[in-house]
């Protein structure tokens, strides 16, 4: 059974600093898989934050590049988010989710592992 576990989120103040991380397991290392970042804020859909594949490519929602980097273990199959520059609208339950198969895009349908979440809250 593929289990992910986030942890890093808590509350900053803007222009502040976290750093998410999830580990995987239950997951065969050798398969292709793509992992990724989602968050949802009260209210609103989720969103795609940022992926990376196996390989290593990754891709980042437009609000954001530049302030956020995704980064990965892939012996362990852990996934990172460093978060620099934190604004207000940043303040979201952040998830990891892991498909098999290479990144195709950022539409949470196509993911079907889950963790549970982690809070991130951002003051002004």
């Known amino acids: 059974e593929v289990q992910l576990v986030e942890s890093g989120g808590g509350s900053v103040q803007a222009g502040g600093s976290l750093r998410l991380s999830c580990a995987a397991s239950g997951y065969t290392t050798s398969l292709t898989y793509c992992m990724g970042w989602f968050r949802q804020a009260p209210g609103k859909e989720r969103e795609g934050v940022a992926i990376i594949n196996r390989g290593g490519i990754d891709t980042y929602a437009d609000s954001v590049k530049g302030r956020f980097t995704i980064s990965q273990d892939n012996a362990k199959i852990t996934l990172y988010l460093q978060m620099n520059s934190l604004k207000p609208e940043d303040t979201a339950m952040y998830y990891c989710?892991?498909?098999?198969?290479?990144?195709?895009?950022?539409?949470?349908?196509?993911?079907?592992?889950w963790g549970q979440g982690t809070q991130v809250s951002v003051s002004s």
């Open positions: 989710a892991l498909r098999a198969g290479g990144c195709a895009n950022m539409r949470d349908s196509q993911y079907f592992y």
